[in-house]
């Protein structure tokens, strides 16, 4: 193994939103889990580690392969066909009508597409509204444009929903952005159709560019609607809207997610897109439109995440000190161990006592404190059922002690 000294040039380093991180430790963190035997369920993998390739996506992908076509790129921008395919998906889906070719940029995966959808339009000290508890990247993101963030509390009480007056009070002259993950993570709210009609109106008269991550789109549960902010009167020319293949249908591996916009925003994005991405994996584009063409697969992973997000409330939602909702969408469970420690506390807690890796809420906003974020998604079944039968019995061992 090669080691040696920092030369005092990268000392210098001081850039960079991560400038102030010590050391990386995350190479062989995987590693380390697997020989403590520790569950992953921290990361919004479906189905993580086992297979999950429908036979149809892979011998797409193969075919490319045996082709010859998978050598070369497709054009940057994605290829023809997919965009084609997503088009009815988008109309089929999300209720909107759009132009294949003039309205669609294919992106490696949706956390590049997150970072593309803002960077045209984020200057310094822009100030950018986001709804927290959040996902991570929309404040990361921000950060490294220079942009300033302006929290959106939502509360539990509320059931996560947000409330427009939040975002009222805290308008300014230099607020130029939303930025929205819809449905929610991590708390998985699906947001009502009238609140989006409520902050579409707002957006509209102060000239407002919202983002919108639609990552967990599917599946939705007990009958809510998922409504695309895009879709909304007066909202296709001032939103961007971000998607993504890895979630409902769990092809995470493939990296493949789409920007969706008009015509003009697509064209703002397309010259800075091309220079530092290229193009997406060409066999893994060839995997999305066959995903697309037939996704009959999907309906039997709603039905397992369906009973996972039970699964999950039914192990810990009644252990006092531990508090939670019945998860809206996906397969993530947020749950608000406050009462018990601090959120890096019972994460370290349960690595250590129940072998079970969960996120800590404080990566998801100043709202995150003093609670967890738990993927059902990940491991099969009887490994869930395994690792939530250790949570349960460790969370009730520190109930007993603090709540005396």
């Not at 890796?357 to 998801?364: K, T």
Request: proline share 4%; aromatic share 8%.
């Amino acid at each position: 193994m090669i080691t040696g000294k920092m030369i005092s040039a990268f000392q210098k380093a001081n850039g960079g939103l991560f400038c102030e991180v010590e050391k990386a430790d995350v190479g062989d963190v995987e590693i380390k889990l697997k020989e403590r035997g520790v569950a992953l369920m921290a990361w919004a993998d479906p189905f993580y580690p086992n297979p999950s390739v429908p036979q149809h996506v892979a011998e797409a992908m193969k075919n490319s392969i045996d082709s010859g076509f998978a050598s070369h790129y497709t054009v940057p921008i994605g290829n023809g066909d997919l965009k084609v395919e997503i088009s009815k998906k988008l109309k089929k889906i999300n209720n909107l009508d759009v132009d294949a070719q003039r309205n669609i940029l294919i992106t490696p995966g949706s956390d590049s597409g997150l970072f593309f959808a803002m960077l045209p339009f984020i200057e310094n000290d822009d100030e950018v509204m986001i709804v927290d508890p959040s996902y991570p990247n929309n404040f990361q993101n921000t950060e490294i444009l220079g942009g300033k963030i302006v929290r959106i509390p939502v509360y539990r009480e509320d059931g996560y929903q947000f409330k427009i007056e939040e975002f009222e009070k805290q308008l300014t002259d230099k607020t130029k952005m939303i930025i929205l993950t819809n449905p929610n993570n991590p708390t998985t709210t699906v947001y009502h159709r009238e609140k989006l009609m409520e902050l579409a109106n707002f957006a509209t008269r102060n000239d407002l560019i919202v983002v919108v991550d639609q990552a967990f789109e599917q599946p939705c549960f007990d009958g809510r609607e998922m409504v695309s902010v895009a879709s909304l009167p007066g909202m296709w020319e001032r939103t961007v809207s971000v998607f993504s293949i890895s979630k409902g249908m769990g092809l995470s591996g493939l990296r493949v997610g789409y920007i969706v916009a008009d015509d003009i925003i697509i064209d703002k994005m397309y010259a800075t897109v091309v220079s530092v991405l290229g193009a997406t994996n060409t066999s893994a584009q060839a995997g999305a439109i066959a995903a697309l063409k037939d996704d009959s697969f999907m309906q039997l992973y709603f039905e397992i995440f369906n009973n996972r997000r039970k699964l999950v409330y039914d192990y810990l939602h009644d252990i006092p000190g531990v508090s939670m909702l019945m998860p809206e969408s996906g397969f993530l469970s947020w749950i608000d161990v406050s009462k018990l420690g601090s959120e890096d506390e019972i994460v370290s807690y349960l690595n250590e006592d129940a072998l079970v890796a969960v996120n800590s809420g404080a990566n998801y906003g100043l709202q995150g404190k003093g609670h967890i974020r738990i993927v059902q998604g990940a491991l099969d079944e009887e490994k869930l059922k395994e690792s939530l039968y250790r949570m349960r019995n460790s969370l009730i061992k520190l109930s007993k002690e603090k709540l005396k």
